[in-house]
């Protein structure tokens, strides 16, 4: 069974830092196009980042380009997302989602795209 489980959420003051781990049981994320999603409450699923199965494509929404930065480490099995500088519209619950695709170099940030996704983590901004 394919599951996602998301870490590293939690409470953090503005212009602050998190790193957001989304790690794999039963498959191998590298053959894997992964997305992070956000959602706050009372607002739509907004795609935040995405990175390809070779790990050479990524793609970021504007709200976060320039603080954001997603990773792979093969070794740890896990895709992540740095997230510095942040503000409290960053304010949501974070999901990782992820797609086998044999198109290695390519990500969307768009949750159509996505198969099997986390259950999230909970990120606050706040002072």
């Known amino acids: 069974q394919l599951q996602l489980v998301e870490s590293g959420g939690g409470l953090v003051q503005p212009g602050g830092s998190l790193r957001l781990s989304c790690a794999a049981s039963?498959?191998?994320?590298?053959?894997?196009?992964i997305g992070w999603f956000r959602q706050a409450p009372g607002k739509e699923r907004e795609g935040v980042s995405c990175v390809s199965s070779s790990g050479g494509r990524t793609n970021y929404a504007d709200s976060v380009k320039g603080r954001f930065t997603i990773s792979r480490d093969s070794a740890k099995n896990t895709v992540d997302l740095q997230m510095n500088s942040l503000k409290p519209e960053d304010t949501a619950v974070y999901y990782c989602?992820?797609?086998?695709?044999?198109?290695?170099?390519?990500?969307?940030?768009?949750?159509?795209?996505?198969?099997?996704w986390g259950q999230g983590t909970q990120v606050t901004v706040s002072s």
């Open positions: 989602a992820a797609v086998l695709t044999t198109a290695q170099h390519a990500c969307v940030v768009q949750g159509y795209w996505y198969r099997y």
């Open positions: 039963g498959f191998t994320l590298g053959y894997y196009a």
